[in-house]
């Protein structure tokens, strides 16, 4: 009797409807976890009618496309954002499924980190806050799944955790020190904490790196379309550009596009 042979896309298709599924629930999470609310109970409503979703106007991507982006009952526009949660935890998915390959660490360890991440994003973007169930919760599992990850470890998880609150908290302490007004919050410091956890050392220096130059080039861009005098004047989230910093490390393991770009041909 021959083997059944898995086809070769089956696997990558059943990632991305994973990821759009989890993308879809991370939807209540940004719009509850912030203002404390349960995100098991209710259903999911309308915000505009509260009518109840229907299950079979839920499905990630499809309804919003049925529906043209708007409420079955009340015709309300529906925001893309919701959308677009979905379609960039379904990407993340299946770039962590192709870095690292199957096995338990990716259920257990890499798609729980892309979900963390995704909802600090768009939760920092809206509301300025970075939940400590995120960061917190986060940090405990990148430590306690740090042992069974190659080329890293516990000890180096814990280094790298350590680092990247020492890091930040020294800086946000000197800012304050200098400017009498708090520059980064306690949440960007846990999280990049957290993403110590995950990455490690070197990981930590290469997620400042990234947001730190990724941050000025925004916030100078920022400054000159609203006309402030300063860019330190002007405020923006930092939660976003660290995690745009630590998903490239994560993603390519090293400086790599970096150095690549940087050396001489």
């Known amino acids: 009797m021959e083997a059944v042979q898995i086809p070769a896309w089956l696997p990558n298709a059943i990632v991305i409807l ?3 599924i989890f993308g879809s629930f991370l939807n209540v999470v940004i719009a509850r976890l912030p203002h404390g609310k349960s995100v098991v109970k209710p259903r999911s409503a309308c915000p505009k009618c509260s009518t109840p979703i229907a299950w079979y106007d839920n499905f990630p991507v499809l309804s919003y496309l049925i529906l043209r982006g708007k409420c079955r ?20 998915f299946i770039a962590v499924k192709q870095r690292f ?3 338990w660490l990716l259920l257990a360890r890499d798609f729980p980190l892309i979900l963390i991440l995704v909802a600090v994003t768009f939760i920092d973007l809206e509301h300025r806050i970075i939940p400590d169930e995120l960061s917190l919760g986060g940090l405990v599992l990148g430590l306690a799944t740090s042992w069974w990850v190659p080329g890293l470890g516990l000890i180096s998880s814990v280094i790298g955790a350590a680092l990247g609150f020492i890091m930040f908290y020294a ?5 304050q020190w200098r400017t009498g007004s708090s520059g980064l919050g306690g949440g960007d410091i846990k999280l990049l904490a957290m993403l110590g956890a995950f990455l490690g050392p070197m990981g930590v220096m290469v997620t400042v790196l990234v947001s730190s130059i990724l941050g000025s080039v925004i916030g100078i861009a920022w400054a000159l379309m609203s006309r402030q005098k300063s860019v330190m004047k002007v405020s923006i989230p930092y939660g976003p550009f660290l995690v745009i910093g630590g998903l490239y490390y994560y993603l390519l393991g090293t400086l790599g596009l970096w150095f690549q770009f940087m050396t001489p041909t």
């Not at 379609?87 to 993340?92: D, K, P, R």
């Not at 800086?171 to 800012?175: D, E, G, I, M, Q």
């Open 101 to 103: 390959g199957l096995g």
């Open 73 to 92: 009952k009340c015709s309300n526009p529906i925001s893309f954002r919701y959308v677009m949660v979905e379609l960039i935890t379904a990407l993340l």
């Open 171 to 175: 800086v946000a302490w000197f800012y």
């Open 18 to 20: 994973l990821g759009l």
